[in-house]
């Protein structure tokens, strides 16, 4: 980007020494801006990676139109080419753009969307892409990027540029027909119109998927980041405890991101605000030079005054005052979408857990209450529905009468210097064209200005997402709660530990309690006393409290009460959480065989929501099975044989001890039988007005 900022530099030289040699206003503001341009984009340093890539395209421009402008400023343009000059105004437009980037980049709200938007930008890990017909390539990630954007920029540009030569092509193909010139008329139509629309057409297609490949690649791209963010070792679970401001990652992750990126599919999201916007003001600024060029010469009828640019002015006052009128009107509309999105998500989301607990709805009949709750639900739907009916039904009669008058309003405005002999019959109706384009990139500007709270709200989301995964990995990774330690001996230690709840209150404490390799241990305790929430400190995910638990460097295991079944295969749901590959069938069968499950180990490859079809104590079975084949140096059950009966749970501890030697049984129960499974126990005795005390009792085995 230096060397950029030495070639606008030197071109700014280039400007001033001319505007120096033929002196020209226009020189002179285009040198100035030119040196503006020249030090935002030598300060580009501090841009992010994202707006970098528009203040380089920019300061790239700066200095392509600005040589053009200054090869006809000294006369060398070729006169077979005099209709084709750029407009003067074109590299001072694109020039203040670049220091305009520069300035945006301090608003609060453009830094939340590039502080979101940069890692895309900056990670070079090796992607592949397919660029067009040709054979796929492999690029780093960042360039990919950064090479689309700049292609869609550019090609934004470039088909403005082709449409307001249409609008010209317009203007003397209507002359032509006016002054029954058949040469002019077939020239203008075979080799101005077919050439021109073919560009444009096939420009237009390959901008669609150019910008369809690059939003879902960048979509796919940020949903992996947050996932793996999200789902990073205990952090959700940390997240979750810690109740920080994020209430439903998956909306965040499955809605937030979409719409970040381009509005869900409805435009906006950053490359509405930014690709979109750009190219809308880039045709707004060529039809606001289109109408400006027309109306050279132009005096207020019956006054002898010259207003530059007045068919720019009218159109900039009538389109701006049909949009802010537009936008009076349908104000709230932005508030009634947002409400109709939520009142959506509520209605599915019932019906959704109707579906996930149908059995115990049935058992409980509760369909009716069900039933109800749905139609209360849709009430709001509806109700909000027949709110944005009614803002659309004014907002309708609004733009169709304004509409209509666009039509005629540039004629009425431009005609009086038509029959004056001004302006051609052909440049009446580019006035009409470039008037209705000039409203159409207002009312964009303020439909996205509308959305804009919408798009902050999205932001704010995301990045208060992102900051509460922050924290939450940070605890997780350095908790100030319970420290680890390693555990030399090999037993599993607490020292001076205290556990407690979230809001601070102790539940339990322990000095010097081990549990050591090879001896089965079970905790026992009255309900709610906090044995699941010291298996919780055991696994690392528990991090409130204090004091220190010593670890050897072991595989631990711990099976829940309810255990966790993943949607799919049974082999998947035996294997999770490793990969189902690694393991042979004949290994899956026999664990099956071995926690009682034999009439499933035929069923391997067969797809189900298990959760819902498997029993409790057969769900509990399949988490031993996982045990089984997972093979941990210490297995912790909490409750994990709770659906089972007496003489199954004897059985199925059996089974484990046997088929895992070398493993040590810690558990958690309340039934009386387990004692004798295990050789050690630890009970856990409540204290009046204080936290539970963890006591260790020598057992002597069964
Ligand atoms: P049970 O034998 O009934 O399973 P338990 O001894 O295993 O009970 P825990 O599940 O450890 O008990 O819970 C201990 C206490 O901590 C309970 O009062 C429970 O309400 C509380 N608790 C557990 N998790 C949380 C949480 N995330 N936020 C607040 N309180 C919690």
Redesign the pocket.
Known sequence: MKFLALAVALFAVAALLTGLHAPDAMTFLIAGAAAACAITTYLSHRLSAFLKVFEAIFASETIIFGLAFLVDELGFWPKAYANYTLPESLPFAVALFGVFIYAISFVPVVRKMTFIADPYFEEASPTQARPGFLPPITIAQNKLAIASLVFLIVINQVEVALDVRLSYFRADFTNALKNMDQAEFWRQLLLVFVPVVAVLVVSYTVEYVVTSTFVVRWRRWLTASYTAKWLSRGVHYNM??TGLPTDNPDQRISQDIYAFIDGGGSGGGIYGYAVTALQTLTSLVSYGLVLWSLSAGFTLPGLAIVIPGVLFWVALAYSGAGTLVTHWIGRTLSALYFQQQRYEANFRFGLARAREYSEQIALLRGENSEAKAADENFANIYNNYMRIVNVRKKLTAFVRTYAQASVFVPYVVAAPFYFLGKISLGGLNQVGAAFNNVYENMNFFVTYYVGLADFRAVLNRLTSFDEAISRAKAATEHPVGVKFAGSPSGEIVFENLTLT???GRS?IRADDIALSPGESTLVV??????????F?AVAGIWPFGAGVIREPAAKLMLLP?RPYIPLGTLRNAIAYPADAAAFDDRILRQALFTVGLPHLADRLEDHDNWQMTLSGGEQQRLSAARALIAKPDWLFL??ATSALDEDSERKLYKALAQALPDTTLVS?G?RGTLGALHTQRIA?EPRDGGAAMMVSEAREPA
Do not use: F, M, V
């Open positions: 979750l405890l709840l979230p809001d539940l305790g009255p309900s709610g006393a906090g044995k699941s929430t010291l919780r009460q909490d409750e958690i309340h856990i």
